[in-house]
Nanobody
C-alpha cells in the first residue's frame, strides 16, 4: 500500500515557525522526487517546493524562497519542510506528493491527505 502522511501543521502567530514532515511507504522512495503543495480556501492548489530524487536539488516558489527549506532523509523515507517567518498568507492545507525522478510541475503519482497550517496576524 502506497502512503504519504503529512504531519506538523498547526496554529502559529505571524513570524513563527513550523516544520512539516512527509512520511512515505509502499514505493521506492529514493527514486522519487517529493513536492509540497498548498491550497487556501477559495484558491487553486499551488506548488510550494520540491526536492529531487537524484542529487536532492531543491526548488522553491517565489512566495516562499528564503523562508522555507526542504530536505529529505532517504534512510527514514521522510521529507521535511521547515517554514520560518510565517505570514498569514501562508495559511492553507499543505500536501506532499511524489513523482519518479526529478522535480516537475506535472505527473505526481501519489498524494498525502494534507495537514492544516494556520498563521494568525
Amino acid at each position: 500500500e502506497v502512503q504519504l502522511v503529512e504531519s506538523g501543521g498547526g496554529l502559529v502567530q505571524a513570524g513563527g515557525s513550523l516544520r512539516l514532515s512527509c512520511a512515505a511507504s509502499g514505493f521506492t522512495f529514493d527514486d522519487y522526487a517529493i513536492g509540497w503543495f498548498r491550497q487556501a480556501p477559495g484558491k487553486e492548489r499551488e506548488g510550494v517546493s520540491c526536492i529531487s530524487s537524484s542529487d536532492g536539488s531543491p526548488y522553491y516558489a517565489v512566495a516562499v524562497k528564503g523562508r522555507f527549506t526542504i530536505s529529505r532523509d532517504n534512510a527514514k523515507n521522510t521529507v521535511y519542510l521547515q517554514m520560518n517567518s510565517l505570514k498569514p498568507e501562508d495559511t492553507a492545507v499543505y500536501y506532499c506528493a511524489a513523482r519518479p525522478g526529478g522535480c516537475s510541475p506535472w505527473e505526481y503519482d501519489y498524494w498525502g491527505q494534507g495537514t492544516q497550517v494556520t498563521v494568525s496576524s
